[in-house]
C-alpha cells in the first residue's frame, strides 16, 4: 500500500514536471533565446541559468536548438572583464556570474568564457575583510554588534561589498562544478575561505539567514533558501558538526514550508544528502496549484529539478591540491 | 511616477504640508472606513489612474509586528479603487529573504484581500531600468529600478512605525529601500549600506517621489528594529501626501525628534518638512497620540 502511494506520487510529480514545468520554461524563452524572470519578462541572467539547468535535466526530449539559444545568450551577455551582469545593460558584473559559470562549465566551446568567469569571480574580494578594513573594525565602537570574524572571505552579490551566505554558496557551487583546468590557481584557497565564512555565519542550533546569525546580541533565525544552498555547497566536504545540525534543521523545517521555491530547494538539498523527505503539510505539487501568482522562471526551474526524475542537480569535482 | 513631473524644491519655496493622525486602537476595527476618509481628505488625483502600494514586507511574520499588516494594505487598496483608481498594484521587493511568496504565505496577505493574481508584483524580480539619480547624497550615480515602480501614476509607501538598529527609525522614506530590486543588488541590498543607509534613502527618495504616505503605527516595533524588536501598540494610522511630514510626524508620536534622525534632518531641505511650524496636522494631535518608543543605546540621543 505504501510503496503504491509512492508510486502513485512519483508518477504525478513527472507529470507535473512534463506537463506543466517543461512547457511553462519552453513557452517562456524569449526571441534572443534568454529567460525573464516572468513570461515575456526581458531576458536576464539569473532566470536564463535556471531555465537551461532545469531543462536539460527533464524527463522528456526537448529542442537542442532551444538550449542552445540559451547558451548563446549567455555568451552575449558576458561583460569584457569576464564577469556577468544581473541585467541588461549593467556595466559591473555580480553574483550571478556564479550562476553562468556553473551552467557553461561543460561545454567545450565555452571553456574560455568560463575561465574568465572564474578568474573574475576568484578576483572579487569582499571588501569588509580587506586587511585594512580588518584593522578599523578593531577600533570600532560598534565592533561587538555582530561577533563575525572577519578573516574569512566569501562572496557580495556585487563587487566590493560584504560577504553574504548564497553568493558565497553558489560561487562554491561554481568553482567546484567546473574542471580543474579552467579555475584560477586562487579557487582552492577561496573556496576554504569561503567554506570557513559559511560555517561562521551559522546561526546557533543551525541553518543559515543571510549571513546575520547575530545582530546587537539576538540571534537571526535562520531561513530555507540560504540555509539550502549553504548544504548544498559543502555537501561533498568532511563530516562537519554545523552542517549535520543546519541539515536537522532544514529536515526540521520542511513540514513547515509554505512555498514552491523553498520547498523545490531544501528538497533537492535533503535528498542530495540522502535524507528521505520528511512529510510536510502540502506536497510541493499542491503548492504550486495553490500559488498562481508568482509563478517565476526560476521557482518552476527550482521545481522543475526537484520533482524531475533525473537526480543530475550539482556535480562537484574535487580540487586537486 | 511623479519622478517626470515634480522638481526638487528648497523647502522655504514648498507649501506647507498636511498630516493626518487617526486612532485606530486594533486590525479588527473597520478600517476600510477611517482610511477612505481620511484619504479623501486629499483630493487625490487618482481617478482612472495607477496606483502602486508599496508596503513594508521585511520577512516571515506571523504576528502582524514586523510587516505592514495586512489588514491595512487590503484597506488601502479598496479605498484607492474606491477613489476611481483604475488599477491598485501592491509591490515590494524584500529585503533580507528572496522567497516573497514564503514572506507572503505568513503574513496571510490572501486572506484580506482575496487572490493576488494579477495586481501584486515582486519589485525584486521585476524589469528594470537604468534611472541616474537626481541628487548626490550618496556615492551612488544611478540605480537600476523597477519599471512597475517607474510606470504607475501615482505611488504610495505604506510603511510601518518602527525603530531600525541602523537607521534609527524606518518609515515610509526608508520603506522605499523596497523598490531597489534584488535581483540586482541582493538579499539584502547591500550596495546600499556601502553607499550609506542615510544617504541611499535621500536619494532613493528624491527619484522615486513617493506621491503620498501612510505609516500602519496600529502596532508599531520599538527597540532592535526592524526585525528583531518589541512589538509596541501605538493605536494610530498616519497620513500626508509629504512623506517627509508624515515621518517627521511618525517620529513625534513615537517620541523622537526627526531634526535627530539623519536622514530625516536631509530630506527636510529638499524633499518636504520637517518642521512642525510648515506641518498642518489635522485629526488627532501628537500630544494626545504619543507613544515613546523604546530605542537602542545607540539612538537615546533621539529622544526628545
Known amino acids: ?321 | 511616477m511623479n519622478l517626470r513631473n515634480q522638481q526638487l524644491l528648497p523647502s522655504f519655496q514648498r507649501p506647507t504640508s498636511r498630516v493626518i493622525i487617526r486612532r485606530a486602537s486594533d486590525y479588527q476595527r473597520e478600517l476600510g472606513a477611517v482610511i477612505l476618509e481620511s484619504l479623501k481628505e486629499f483630493n487625490l488625483p487618482v481617478r482612472g489612474k495607477s496606483v502602486l502600494l508599496k508596503p513594508n514586507l521585511v520577512g516571515l511574520d506571523t504576528l502582524g509586528t514586523m510587516n505592514t499588516h495586512p489588514a491595512v494594505i487590503a484597506a488601502t487598496r479598496e479605498s484607492f479603487l474606491g477613489l476611481g483608481a483604475s488599477e491598485v498594484f501592491i509591490g515590494d521587493g524584500p529585503a533580507m529573504d528572496r522567497d516573497t511568496e514564503a514572506i507572503l504565505e505568513s503574513v496571510k496577505l490572501k486572506e484580506y484581500v482575496g487572490p493576488l493574481g494579477g495586481f501584486f508584483r515582486d519589485l525584486n524580480l521585476d524589469d528594470v531600468e537604468r534611472v541616474p539619480l537626481a541628487t548626490r547624497a550618496s556615492r551612488l550615480k544611478e540605480l537600476y529600478l523597477p519599471k512597475t515602480v517607474l510606470g504607475v501614476d501615482f505611488l504610495v509607501s505604506v510603511a510601518k512605525l518602527k525603530t531600525h538598529h541602523w537607521a534609527g527609525v524606518t518609515l515610509s522614506l526608508k520603506n522605499m529601500f523596497g523598490i531597489v530590486p534584488g535581483a540586482c543588488y541582493g538579499w539584502p541590498k547591500n550596495v546600499l549600506h556601502w553607499a550609506g543607509i542615510d544617504r541611499s534613502i535621500l536619494d532613493i527618495n528624491a527619484v522615486a517621489r513617493p506621491d503620498f504616505a501612510i505609516i500602519d503605527g496600529i502596532i508599531g516595533m520599538e527597540g532592535n528594529g526592524p526585525i528583531q524588536g518589541t512589538p509596541k501598540p501605538a493605536g494610530v494610522l498616519i497620513f500626508g501626501d509629504d512623506p517627509v511630514a508624515v515621518d517627521a510626524t511618525g517620529c513625534r508620536i513615537m517620541g523622537l525628534n526627526p531634526d535627530k534622525v539623519s536622514y530625516l534632518a536631509g530630506a527636510g531641505t529638499l524633499l518636504g518638512h520637517v518642521d512642525p511650524l510648515k506641518i498642518q496636522q489635522v485629526g488627532e494631535t501628537i500630544e494626545r497620540v504619543r507613544a515613546p518608543f523604546a530605542v537602542l543605546d545607540e539612538f537615546l540621543q533621539l529622544i526628545g
Not at chain 1, 536576464?44 to 547558451?71: F, M, Y
Open chain 1, 1 to 321: 500500500m505504501v510503496r503504491k502511494a509512492l508510486t502513485d506520487a512519483t508518477a504525478a510529480e513527472t507529470s507535473f514536471v512534463k506537463d506543466f514545468c517543461v512547457p511553462f520554461l519552453v513557452s517562456s524563452q524569449n526571441d534572443d533565446g534568454g529567460w525573464g524572470f516572468h513570461p515575456a519578462a526581458e531576458s536576464r541572467v539569473e532566470p536564463t541559468c535556471w531555465a537551461l539547468r532545469a531543462l536539460r535535466n527533464v524527463p522528456v526530449t526537448i529542442s537542442q536548438e532551444g538550449l542552445r539559444r540559451g547558451w548563446e545568450f549567455l555568451h552575449h551577455q558576458q561583460l569584457a572583464d569576464g564577469s556577468w551582469p544581473s541585467s541588461r545593460g549593467e556595466r559591473t558584473g555580480s553574483w550571478v556570474t556564479s550562476l553562468a559559470c556553473s551552467i557553461l562549465s561543460d561545454a567545450t566551446e565555452s571553456a574560455a568564457s568560463v575561465t574568465a568567469g572564474l578568474k573574475w569571480l576568484c578576483n572579487d574580494y569582499p571588501r569588509d575583510s580587506s586587511l585594512w578594513r580588518r584593522i578599523l573594525g578593531h577600533f570600532r565602537s560598534d565592533a561587538s554588534i555582530s561577533e563575525h570574524d572577519d578573516s574569512f572571505r566569501g562572496w557580495g552579490w556585487t563587487p566590493r561589498t560584504s560577504s553574504w551566505v548564497e553568493p558565497s554558496s553558489l560561487a562554491i557551487l561554481a568553482l567546484r562544478e567546473c574542471p580543474e583546468e579552467r579555475r584560477p590557481a586562487t579557487a582552492s584557497e577561496r573556496c576554504a575561505l569561503a567554506v570557513g565564512l559559511l560555517y561562521d555565519r551559522m546561526c546557533s542550533g543551525g541553518g543559515w539567514n543571510c549571513g546575520n546569525p547575530l545582530i546587537y546580541g539576538v540571534p537571526g533565525e535562520p531561513l530555507v533558501l540560504p540555509t539550502a544552498w549553504a548544504l548544498l555547497a559543502v555537501r561533498d566536504l568532511p563530516v562537519h558538526e554545523k552542517k549535520s545540525e543546519s541539515l536537522a534543521w532544514l529536515e526540521r523545517s520542511y513540514e513547515s514550508i509554505q512555498s514552491p521555491a523553498s520547498m523545490s530547494v531544501a528538497r533537492i538539498a535533503l535528498e542530495s544528502y540522502g535524507i528521505g523527505l520528511p512529510a510536510a503539510k502540502r506536497r510541493l505539487c499542491e503548492l504550486f496549484d495553490a500559488q498562481e501568482f508568482l509563478r517565476t522562471t526560476q521557482v518552476v526551474s527550482w521545481t522543475c529539478l526537484a520533482l524531475s526524475p533525473k537526480r543530475n542537480w550539482f556535480a562537484p569535482r574535487e580540487f586537486s591540491s
